[in-house]
């Protein structure tokens, strides 16, 4: 998709890129404002094999709301959930080469037919079908970015704390399981998937954690 022009910045940096779609039509849907992508130290997902990956929040860019000012300055906003534990991720931390259309930043607004811009993450991406958007999502390439992050050092690995307790739940899953296995198939089916993220969740937790902070507000 043709990019047509740019946007007006948040305060991270680098401007989010602006797309087009079927032509000067736009696409059938309700505007949506800008957003901030942010890391907690507290909010992590697990995969099938046991990785922790960040789960990252969304801070709405609407002016008069969440701390946002009338002319869209976001700058409380951002102070405030930093001192909540958050980090914002800065747009630059996508790069050309981690989005799926090769453009840097994770930001991308369409235009709507209804007036404004529907903005979402460059891994997301839409088709129009009759009056209606359907949204198609790279999971595969959004995880790998949200690894790099990791890797990059832009968010920090989980505490020790987080992983031990990630650890006893799966204890405890595993645990209940089995002791439900003999009687209960669907308990069965989990010992073996169970037992696979508990030995990735242990050998991932070798890699090493960061310092704590306080858990996340919304």
């Known amino acids: 998709m043709p990019i047509i022009s740019h946007g007006a910045a948040p305060s991270t940096g ?12 736009g696409l059938p849907t309700d ?6 992508l942010r890391a907690h130290p507290f909010s992590w997902n697990m995969d099938g094999d046991g990785n ?3 789960c990252l929040d969304r801070l709405w860019k609407m002016p008069g709301l969440n701390n946002v000012d009338e002319f869209g300055d976001t700058s409380m906003a951002e102070a405030i959930s930093s001192k909540e534990g958050w980090k914002t991720i800065p747009l630059e ?5 981690d989005t799926p259309d090769g453009r840097p930043g ?7 037919r209804r007036g404004g811009m529907v903005w979402v993450t460059a891994w997301e991406s839409p088709e129009v079908l009759a009056d209606r958007v359907v949204w198609h999502s790279d999971q595969a390439g959004y995880r790998k970015w949200l690894d790099a992050l990791v890797t990059r050092g832009v ?5 020790t704390s987080v992983v031990e307790e990630k650890i006893q739940e799966l204890v405890s899953q595993l645990q209940q399981a ?18 696979t993220q508990l030995d990735g969740l242990k050998a991932f937790a070798a890699g090493g954690a960061a310092p704590a902070t306080r858990s996340p507000k919304k």
């Open 93 to 97: 931390a996508a790069e050309a080469g």
């Open 31 to 36: 505007p949506s404002p800008e957003f901030f």
């Open 178 to 195: 089995q002791s439900q296995a003999a009687f209960s198939p669907p308990a069965a089916a989990r010992v073996d998937g169970l037992r």
């Open 14 to 25: 680098a401007l989010p890129v602006m797309q087009s779609y079927g032509g000067n039509q």
């Open 155 to 159: 968010v920090a690995r989980p505490h």
């Open 52 to 54: 922790l990956f960040p």
């Open 106 to 112: 994770y930001l991308r607004g369409y235009p709507t």
